[in-house]
């Protein structure tokens, strides 16, 4: 990931940040220019829970360059409720372990650096509840 568009995304890395539609409600991960359901573009900051429930997932066998030192490693689902869904690695759990309906919380993580002496990129992964 490039520098500018890691910085860019911040907000939403950071803080779970999200836009909540003040004409219709509903809520945008990452946020929107446009809301999908009614087209306003009439938004309010609002933050997405930390916890849900994996809705399904998937085992990486084959990973990016950047990630092979992890593989394999699970990636999953998130409802985290509003209707917004997150997808992620998790973490601090192996992939026989991982189950759909299992209880999660996201936490902010180190995902990747750039290079050695790159820019560390943060995020979010999330761990059994």
Not at 11 to 28: D, L, M, T
Not at 72 to 81: K, M, Q
Request: net charge positive; charged share 30%.
């Amino acid at each position: 990931m490039s520098a500018p568009k890691y910085w860019r995304e911040i907000p939403q890395r950071y803080r779970f940040e999200a836009a909540k539609c003040k004409k219709c409600g509903k809520v945008s991960f990452p946020p929107r220019i446009v809301c999908p359901e009614c087209r306003s573009r009439e938004f309010e900051n609002t933050r997405i829970n930390d916890k849900g429930t994996v809705e399904t997932y998937t085992v990486i066998r084959v990973a990016p360059t950047q990630f092979t030192d992890e593989a394999p490693y699970p990636v999953a689902i998130v409802d985290v409720g509003d209707g917004v869904r997150v997808l992620c690695q998790v973490a601090d759990c192996g992939p026989e372990e991982i189950k759909i309906g299992m209880s999660v919380r996201l936490e902010f993580r180190k995902v990747q650096q750039e290079g050695h002496g790159g820019i560390i990129n943060y995020g979010y992964k999330c761990v059994p509840e």
